[in-house]
């Protein structure tokens, strides 16, 4: 499966921005999709994602109450609606998915085998 991430921009604090995930090859019914960011220098920290079965969602402690992620199988896409940004939710932001990724491992970069390229997001103060 491929993935393209979008939706990246500038926005001030306490704006929203809604990033989108498109896979095309296969169709994302059979994956759990994650959202992660990076900034330069750091390790790649989890945001959020939803299981391909059941579509139970979950949420770094930093993003929620703030970001919901979605998934749309009819248009094979992954959203992140992310309101009430911060400056320190400025990051690349990069969706991936995985076939077999249990509970315990969601938040785990290594569970995921196939990644789109990043969007950026910047928050200005």
């Known amino acids: 499966v491929q993935l393209q991430a979008s939706g990246g921009g500038l926005v001030q604090a306490g704006g929203s921005l809604r990033l989108s995930c498109a896979a095309s090859?296969?169709?994302?019914?059979?994956?759990?999709v994650g959202w992660f960011r990076q900034d330069p220098g750091k390790e790649r920290e989890f945001v959020a994602a939803i299981k391909r079965a059941g579509g139970a969602t979950f949420y770094a402690d930093s993003v929620k109450g703030r970001f919901t992620i979605s998934k749309d199988n009819t248009k094979n896409t992954v959203y992140l609606q992310m309101n009430s940004l911060r400056p320190e939710d400025t990051a690349v932001y990069y969706c991936a998915a995985g076939s077999r990724i249990i509970n315990s491992s969601i938040r785990v970069p290594s569970s995921y085998d196939y990644w789109g390229q990043g969007t950026q997001v910047t928050v200005s103060s």
């Open positions: 090859g296969r169709t994302l019914y059979e994956y759990s």
